[in-house]
């Protein structure tokens, strides 16, 4: 039973996942997907300018533009990768949010799983 338990959670950290993230500039988060990449902690960051967030900080009202960027990996390596964007990440709180993929083109899925099997290295 303990094996099964073991192997069901290993095919669970082995799922894609979606890290939703904000940036101040394009550059910025540029810098960062690239490195994401680079150490296997994502196969592909996808990067959308001309976002406008509207929140509260610091008990003020604030309007930013912003960048989005979705970083696709695996639910294993979520958490480092977030850690790495999190180290050159320029905001003193920056949103990371990680969501789950319920489904996809397994072709697809297959790839996001091969392009991150590599444990990551420090550059």
Not at 63 to 78: F, P, Q, Y
Not at 88 to 96: D, G, I, M
């Amino acid at each position: 039973m303990a094996g099964s338990r073991r192997l069901a959670q290993v095919q669970e950290n082995d799922k894609a996942v979606l890290i939703y993230a904000t940036f101040p500039t394009f550059e910025s988060a540029e810098e960062v997907g690239t490195r994401l990449v680079d150490q296997g902690l994502a196969a592909c960051v996808n990067i959308w300018p001309g976002m406008t967030s509207i929140y509260i900080w610091e008990g003020k009202r604030q309007r930013d533009s912003e960048v989005v960027m979705i970083i696709k990996t695996r639910a294993a390596i979520a958490d480092a990768a977030i850690a790495e964007a999190k180290r050159q990440h320029p905001y003193t709180n920056p949103a990371f949010l990680t969501l789950p993929v319920v489904s996809g083109s397994p072709e697809f899925l297959k790839w996001i799983a091969e392009q991150t099997r590599q444990p990551a290295t420090n550059s």
